[in-house]
C-alpha cells in the first residue's frame, strides 16, 4: 500500500511566523510532488510543485524535497491569517497519472 | 485564468438511482481525472482520463462508475446505481500533460453527491 503521511495538526503559529509542514512517503519511485491547500469546503488548490532534491521558492512558499529520505516539506514563511487551511501533501509515481494525497495538517495562524 | 468548472454544485439523489457529474476542463489540458473526497477524509483517486480513453483507475472505480467526453468540452462522471457510501465531494481536475513540468493538476470547485 503506498502511503503518503502527514501529522493532522492541527498546527498553531502566530501572524509573522514560519510554518513547516512536513510529509513523508512510501513509494519510492514517486517522481512528483505537490502541495495543495484546502478551504473548509473548498476544493484543493495548487501552491507548488517539486520534482527535484533541494529546495524550490515561490514567493512566501519554499518546498523542500529529499528523495533519499523520501520526505518532503514546505515552509510558509511571514504567515498571516489567510494561510489558515488544511495543506495537502500529493505524490505520484512515474508509472501513473494518479495523485496520492496524505490527509492534510490544518495549519492555524492566530492574529 | 482558466479554471475547471463543475456541475453541479450540489446533487441530491435516491439510492439506487443514476447521477451524472459533469466538468468542463481547462481547454487547452489533455489529460483529464476524477477523485472524491468523503467528509473528513483524504482526496481518493478514482480515474484518468486521455485520447477518448482511461489510461488508469483505482479499486474505487468499479463497474458502477463509468466515464466519457461527450464532447469536446465537457467530461463526466456517471454513478449508474447510487450508494449511501457514494455520498461525497467529487472532484474533476486536468492537466496539460501526464508529466514534469505539465503533470500539474487543477481542481474544479467539486460537486457534492448526497445519496439519501
Known amino acids: 500500500q503506498k502511503e503518503v503521511e502527514q501529522n493532522s495538526g492541527p498546527l498553531s503559529v502566530p501572524e509573522g511566523a514560519i510554518a513547516s509542514l512536513n510529509c513523508t512517503y512510501s513509494?519510492?519511485?514517486?517522481?512528483?510532488f505537490f502541495w495543495y491547500r484546502q478551504y473548509s469546503g473548498k476544493s484543493p488548490e495548487l501552491i507548488m510543485s517539486i520534482y527535484s532534491n533541494g529546495d524550490k521558492e515561490d514567493g512566501r512558499f519554499t518546498a523542500q524535497l529529499n528523495k533519499a529520505s523520501q520526505y518532503v516539506s514546505l515552509l510558509i514563511r511571514d504567515s498571516q491569517p489567510s494561510d489558515s487551511a488544511t495543506y495537502l501533501c500529493?505524490?505520484?509515481?512515474?508509472?501513473?497519472?494518479?495523485?496520492?494525497f496524505g490527509k492534510g495538517t490544518s495549519l492555524l495562524v492566530t492574529p | 485564468e482558466p479554471e475547471v468548472t463543475q456541475t453541479p454544485s450540489h446533487q441530491v439523489t435516491q439510492m439506487g438511482q443514476e447521477v451524472i457529474l459533469r466538468c468542463v476542463p481547462i481547454?487547452?489540458?489533455?489529460?483529464f481525472y476524477w477523485y472524491r473526497q468523503i467528509l473528513g477524509q483524504k482526496v481518493e483517486f478514482l480515474v484518468s482520463f486521455y485520447n477518448n480513453e482511461i489510461s488508469e483507475k483505482s479499486e474505487i472505480f468499479d463497474d458502477q462508475f463509468s466515464v466519457e467526453r461527450p464532447d469536446g468540452s465537457n467530461f463526466t462522471l456517471k454513478i449508474r446505481s447510487t450508494k449511501l457510501e457514494d455520498s461525497a465531494m467529487y472532484f474533476c481536475?486536468?492537466?496539460?500533460?501526464?508529466?514534469?513540468?505539465?503533470?500539474?493538476?487543477?481542481f474544479g470547485p467539486g460537486t457534492r453527491l448526497t445519496v439519501l
Open positions: 481547454s487547452n489540458h489533455l489529460y
Open positions: 481536475a486536468s492537466s496539460e500533460g501526464a508529466y514534469p513540468p505539465r503533470g500539474e493538476q487543477f
Open positions: 513509494d519510492r519511485v514517486s517522481q512528483s
Open positions: 500529493a505524490v505520484n509515481a512515474n508509472s501513473g497519472y494518479a495523485l496520492n
